[in-house]
Nanobody, 116 residues
Framework: QVQLVESGGGLVQPGGSLRLSCTAS????????FGWYRQAPDKQRELVAL????????YGDSVKGRFTVSRDGHANTAVYLQMNSVKPEDTGVYYC?????????WGQGTQVTVSS
């Protein structure tokens, strides 16, 4: 089993920056994919940024060039999301995501609100 805990959400003004963190514990050596999804009110959950194995990360089209995902080398004990030039449409609950060969894990989510 893997446990994921997010932190760093909050209220930020348009054009500002925010950094999210996710700490993983448990059987972290089993993690293959590791990253972030988000869900806005009345919308489906969508990809934000994701490491698939040891490959370079994939980003959702709406965040490319603004958000950067990083992790603690290949230990898969933490993943981070640097959010720059945020927009009101970035508002939502951000979820840490991890997947082993057979199991998908989600954090509890952290709220990000972009508003002036």
């Amino acid at each position: 089993q893997v446990q994921l805990v997010e932190s760093g959400g909050g209220l930020v003004q348009p054009g500002g920056s925010l950094r999210l963190s996710c700490t993983a514990s448990g059987y972290t050596v089993s993690i293959i994919n590791f990253g972030w999804y988000r869900q806005a009110p009345d919308k489906q959950r969508e990809l934000v940024a994701l490491f698939r194995g040891s490959s370079d990360p994939n980003y959702g089209d709406s965040v490319k060039g603004r958000f950067t995902v990083s992790r603690d080398g290949h230990a898969n004990t933490a993943v981070y999301l640097q959010m720059n030039s945020v927009k009101p449409e970035d508002t939502g609950v951000y979820y840490c995501y991890a997947r082993s060969r057979e199991i998908t894990y989600w954090g509890q989510g952290t709220q990000v609100t972009v508003s002036s």
